[in-house]
């Protein structure tokens, strides 16, 4: 989940982050933290890396890459961050050794590529596209290619599963499970296929952008009309395909990969336990689904993919997966890390040249949570001050539903920078509890690619 927009609103702090060397004093109490550095090192199996990387990583404002950077500082590599918001929440973190402010990729993705194949002079061993800035990379690989370490598909591949219609389309072909879809063109073709209760989705969108829960023909008129504000529709035509899918309802679950020339070298599953915002979860617990895992591998040998993938199902009947979406890169891996895989590292690898050994399985049954998601979720279901402050109770003393889990987005102990976003976002909420209506809607960020910035990378003369 992005939140820039969030930091921006509560206050704008000084950026300290950047300053090679920043350790500070760790905080003794590890009640919300994660266990020490021996303890995760011990716990995640990982593949073989030089200890020292420098790596650059491509984004810094959602829970993905916050993530992705303690796991990398944790594992004692060098990381560098790129970011147009000097206030995106991975930059709370002393284990960015250096900020690089970059242009827009949503804006301007031409300038944003300058800019990284300028920072790329400089030398660094990989290059980890957290988020969607994959799409650019793959697109751009012949320029990118030689410079650095990078594990990405042919732009074919990732522009098919980066598509929610290109992806329905893939498990039609490959005859693997869905909700009953439908791909639609215009407003009436929308009306003429919904099968109430219903999802409608934008073909590009992530992080919830453009979905919208129709259960009668009001919420229908009312999604048509949120199209339209989106600029995707012109006289009923939308601008790109929509999906219409039957609203199966069930336990959600996620489960990551890493590829190796479409080879499954790593695999680590969870199911949602609570929810928070934007598509959120604030509690999961891991839990690998042997028929997604299958999914997946069959996802990734047709497409000969390359580095990392992530999909998302449901239980339909609490017993059969239907794969509702697909990401390609990782999404918060700390859940595999602590549950003892460490894809990230695996990743690194596998963007190396390397051709790692399959990880075996992590373990079922670990819990984690993320205390920001926790706060929003509880305010945005109507939370009020008290509920907060009961909220954060329970988060700080392990009590309630987080007994017996673990933080994974701030940790205190090894990175207590953490807390600065931690703490900006839950005074904003106490302050007025209704911010977390907007504050995910501001949060989706210039980091973030829409149809135009799409359209442009897509162009033949691009760059």
């Known amino acids: 989940m992005p939140l820039h927009g969030s930091l921006r ?3 704008r702090w000084e950026n300290r982050a950047g300053s090679a060397g920043w350790i500070g004093k760790e905080i003794e109490d590890n009640k ?6 021996g303890m995760m090192s011990a716990m995640a199996k990982t593949a073989h890396t030089p200890n020292s990387l420098r790596v650059l990583v491509s984004e810094g404002n959602s829970t993905s890459a916050r993530e992705a950077i303690t796991i990398l500082g944790l594992s004692g590599h060098r990381v560098e961050l790129c970011d147009p918001s000097p206030y995106c929440v991975a930059s709370f973190s002393r284990f960015v050794g250096k900020f690089h402010r970059c242009p827009p990729l949503r804006d301007d993705p031409a300038g944003y590529l300058a800019f990284i194949e300028k920072l790329l002079a400089g030398h660094f061993d990989v290059l980890l596209p957290i988020h969607e ?8 690989s012949e320029r990118l290619s030689g410079r650095v370490g990078l594990a990405l598909p042919g732009f074919e591949s990732y522009r098919m599963v980066h598509s929610k219609a290109g992806f329905s389309r893939l498990l039609e072909r490959l005859g693997l499970p869905q909700p009953p879809t439908q791909i639609v063109n215009s407003e009436n073709e929308l009306r003429a296929a919904v099968r109430f209760p219903a999802v409608v989705k934008t073909a590009v969108g992530t992080a919830s ?11 229908l008129e009312s999604v048509v009309q949120n199209i339209g504000a989106m600029g995707l529709s012109t006289n009923g035509v939308f601008a790109d395909q929509v999906l219409v899918q039957d609203l199966v309802t069930g336990p959600i679950g996620k489960a990551q990969a890493v590829f190796c020339h479409g080879q499954l070298l790593g695999f680590h599953g969870y199911q949602r336990i609570a929810a928070g915002v934007g598509g959120g979860e604030a509690i999961k617990q891991s839990a690998v689904c042997s028929d997604v895992r299958k999914q997946v591998a069959a996802i990734g040998a047709h497409l000969g993919w390359h580095g990392a993938l992530s999909v ?17 890169r990782l999404v918060e891996p700390m859940s595999a890390y602590l549950a003892g895989i460490d894809l990230v590292g695996l990743l690194l690898a596998v963007s190396l040249g390397q051709t790692p050994t399959p990880l075996p399985q992590g373990r079922d049954g670990v819990r984690t949570h993320l205390a920001m998601q926790a706060l929003l979720g509880c305010a945005s279901r109507g939370g009020n001050r008290c509920d907060l402050l009961r909220e954060g109770w329970q988060l700080a003393t392990g009590g309630g539903a987080y007994a017996g889990s673990t933080e994974e987005l701030t940790s205190l102990r090894q990175d207590w920078l953490g807390i600065v976003p931690l703490a900006m976002l839950a005074i904003g909420l106490l302050a007025t509890p209704k911010l977390a209506a907007t504050l995910p809607k501001t949060g989706w960020g210039a980091h973030l690619l829409d149809l135009k910035s799409i359209r442009a990378i897509e162009r033949e003369d691009f760059g």
């Open 209 to 219: 952008r453009g979905v919208w829960f129709a259960h009668d023909a009001r919420d």
């Open 133 to 140: 800035q994959g799409f650019l990379f793959a697109r751009s």
């Open 9 to 11: 609103k509560l206050g």
């Open 32 to 37: 919300t933290g994660l266990p020490d550095v």
């Open 312 to 328: 998302d199902y449901v239980l339909s009947d609490h017993a059969r997966p239907l794969l509702i979406d697909c990401n390609p």
